[in-house]
């Protein structure tokens, strides 16, 4: 069956350092991934996503890189602040699913030290 | 203002008490799904909704039901409350026009069950 995970519970980070936060998946169906970032006390907040025919995605200070060979993906953060610190999530979906169906990692803490 | 809102935020209740948390959502999407986080665990899918005629179990279904009142309201019962039901509670949507669609989540309630 499906499994998403992560390398690790936590990360710290000095602020202004690059974070990477990584996921194992398992099901070589999955075709669409999504991180997510969890504040306290709040939902969680779509980061960035990317297909499966793609190896790499970036945004506004975010990369997503997707190896398919291992099946690992990972977020990278550049120029971490503060506001950055959070729990994030990586989900997958299983190209076989109709109807978007995701399956969530556990998340990575991530904090961010001045 | 916020596009999927959840009520109430939070409530503390009893063994045994029926309760209702409520969803409503303004994106227009006819896709809808509770969660349940604990503590160290990634997201788990308790119901979805395809649309209003649409109920489906998820992969934690027992001990809850739900209701799917109009496109824009999905509400999660738990019928007699226990306390291993103690956890955040999360409402999403989709839009399935989309063919990779991510979720939108709303900001969760806190349940507590002594």
């Known amino acids: 069956g499906e499994s998403v995970g992560l390398h690790l519970p936590t990360l710290s980070v000095q602020e202004g350092d690059n974070s990477i936060i990584n996921c194992a998946y398992s099901?070589?169906?999955?075709?669409?991934f999504i991180w997510y970032k969890q504040e306290s006390g709040k939902g969680p907040q779509f980061i960035i996503d990317?297909?499966?025919?793609?190896d790499k995605r970036q945004g506004q200070r975010v990369t997503v890189l997707l190896n398919k060979t291992v099946k690992h993906l990972s977020l990278q953060i550049a120029a971490t602040q503060p506001g950055d610190s959070a729990v994030y999530f990586c989900?997958?979906?299983?190209?076989?699913?109709?109807?978007?169906?995701?399956?969530f990692g556990r998340g990575t803490q991530l904090t961010v030290w001045p | 203002d916020a596009d999927v809102t959840q009520t109430p935020r939070n409530r503390i209740t009893k063994t045994g008490k029926r309760i209702m948390l409520e969803c409503s959502q303004t994106?227009?999407?006819?896709?809808m799904y509770w969660y349940r986080q604990d503590p160290g665990l990634g997201l788990r899918l308790i119901y979805y909704?395809?649309?209003?005629?649409?109920?489906n179990k998820g992969e934690i279904s027992d001990g809850y039901s739900v209701s799917r009142q109009a496109q824009a309201k999905f509400s999660l019962s738990l019928e007699s409350a226990i306390p291993n039901q103690t956890a955040l509670y999360f409402c999403?949507?989709?839009?399935?026009?989309?063919?990779?669609?991510?979720?939108?989540f709303g900001p969760g309630t806190r349940l507590t069950v002594l």
């Open positions: 994106k227009g999407h006819d896709r």
């Open positions: 909704s395809f649309d209003v005629k649409d109920i």
């Open positions: 990317i297909r499966s025919n793609m």
């Open positions: 099901n070589s169906a999955s075709d669409y």
């Open positions: 999403a949507t989709s839009d399935p026009r989309q063919d990779y669609n991510e979720q939108f």
């Open positions: 989900a997958e979906r299983d190209r076989g699913s109709t109807l978007g169906r995701l399956y």
